[in-house]
Nanobody
């Protein structure tokens, strides 16, 4: 049974940075594609960034490109979402998701395993 635990969410001011972590209880993290998603109040869930299994290809949506970076440490079974220059519109609950042997994708239905979410609030 794969379990994902997301953490690192906090209240920050606009322009500040934050790093989210997603720890996976798996034998080998590089077998999994990982996606970060977010859901703001009253809005639908949207993909933010993702990393492919095996070749670690990454991608981010235009709204966060240049500000958010996804990376992973296979030795720690942990994937990170590094967020810089945060804006109020980045306020949301952030979720990590995993799927075995998959390419980077922002389609939520492609991921079978989901974490519980961690809240990020960007406000002055």
């Amino acid at each position: 049974q794969v379990r994902l635990v997301a953490s690192g969410g906090a209240w920050v001011q606009p322009g500040e940075s934050l790093r989210l972590s997603c720890v996976a209880t798996v034998e080998s993290l590089d077998y999994y594609a990982i996606g970060w998603f977010r859901q703001a109040p009253g809005k639908e869930r949207e993909g933010v960034a993702c990393i492919s299994s095996n070749d670690d290809h990454t991608n981010a949506v235009d709204a966060v490109k240049g500000r958010f970076t996804i990376s992973r440490d296979n030795a720690k079974n942990t994937t990170y979402l590094h967020m810089t220059s945060l804006k109020p519109e980045d306020t949301a609950v952030y979720y990590c998701a995993a799927e075995t042997y998959h390419s980077c994708t922002f389609i939520g239905s492609k991921y079978y395993y989901w974490g519980q979410g961690t809240a990020v609030t960007v406000s002055s």
